[in-house]
């Protein structure tokens, strides 16, 4: 019963987000696009603020940084936990409505708050909250940005994200190395932002892709211990186990979380490129260039990325 009327408030949320940009654009119609985008941000913004504000945990990545994974991995901790419904996934509050122990978790690829607030080159916002930092190296996730700009994207966010238009006719070096929303540089501008910010915040905890992938269960327990969940040794190596790339794989072509949404769900089922667990491969971008591209990627990274992450 729970799980149900936890499924509608789900649902008539998403709507009403939804219904307030339809609006947004119907009330700013005739006007130019860029002050339309421009508003939807804001817009965007204060919904993202209002969740910030009331969460426990805030986990920031940049979007294909492994946040699918990362979630489905503690969704099914706290569903083993504490016995809560299969297939659920851990949402702001939905798990907490159902078990106060859970704490309210705020996903975000803290794309629009800037857009309220005024102040892009702070994270203000943040400061005294509890933050996880998902990130991933910029390399591997430019690469994958492009796949999801090519095969995943939707419409709506291509202009308001500065996406190159679908349907354009760009090279994946020519996109990773450009200027848009998903290329390299992008990606390293968000991250060398966190880490300009990072000694002003309160409690701050940075959780590599790739150390998650290599030692799973130890980073886990790290992660657990910084949000301040006490899992045993059992709920950690379930989650692990629940969470492999083949059983992800396996989950997302059955559809098993459709009521998630579309993103966890492929656009075509023929085509792997345009599943959202797509490879899961740490250093897969060299797969897909030239040694002579390689180095002129590797050098670029070098030379602008921030030594906290330590991607070299």
């Known amino acids: ?160 994200n500065n996406y190159p238009p679908q349907g354009s006719d760009i090279s994946l070096f020519d996109f990773v190395m450009g200027d848009n929303g998903g290329s390299m540089q992008a990606v390293t501008d968000y991250l060398n932002l966190w880490a300009r910010e990072v000694d002003k915040m309160e409690h701050f905890h940075l959780l590599r892709y790739e150390d998650l992938r290599a030692r799973p269960r130890q980073e886990l327990r790290q992660l657990l211990d910084f949000m301040g969940v006490n899992a045993t040794e059992a709920h950690v190596n379930a989650a692990v186990d629940y969470s492999s790339y083949e059983n992800m794989k396996k989950m997302e072509s059955s559809q098993q979380f459709r009521l998630a949404g579309g993103r966890m769900m492929p656009r075509d089922k023929d085509n792997p490129n345009s599943y959202k667990v797509r490879r899961a491969k740490v250093g897969g971008y060299r797969d897909y260039f030239t040694d002579e591209e390689v180095a002129a990627i590797d050098r670029r990274l070098a030379e602008t990325l921030d030594p906290l992450f330590n991607y070299k």
């Open 1 to 160: 019963m729970k799980l149900a009327i936890q499924n509608v408030r789900q649902l008539w949320q998403t709507g009403r987000k939804k219904m307030s940009r339809r609006i947004l654009h119907w009330q700013m119609r005739g006007q130019p696009e860029t002050e339309i985008l421009a508003a939807e941000r804001k817009l965007r913004g204060v919904e993202q603020f209002d969740k910030l504000q009331r969460a426990d945990i805030v986990v920031v990545s940049f979007g294909k940084s492994g946040r699918t994974w990362l979630r489905v991995m503690i969704s099914h901790l706290f569903r083993v936990m504490y016995g809560l419904p299969e297939n659920a996934v851990l949402g702001f509050d939905n798990f907490h409505n159902l078990n106060k122990s859970v704490p309210k978790t705020f996903f975000t690829h803290d794309n629009y708050i800037k857009d309220y607030t005024g102040d892009p080159h702070s994270k203000a916002p943040f400061y005294h909250k509890r933050v996880i930092l998902l990130a991933r190296d910029p390399r591997d996730v430019a690469v994958s940005q492009f796949f999801q700009w090519k095969f995943r994207i939707k419409p709506t966010k291509v202009a308001i």
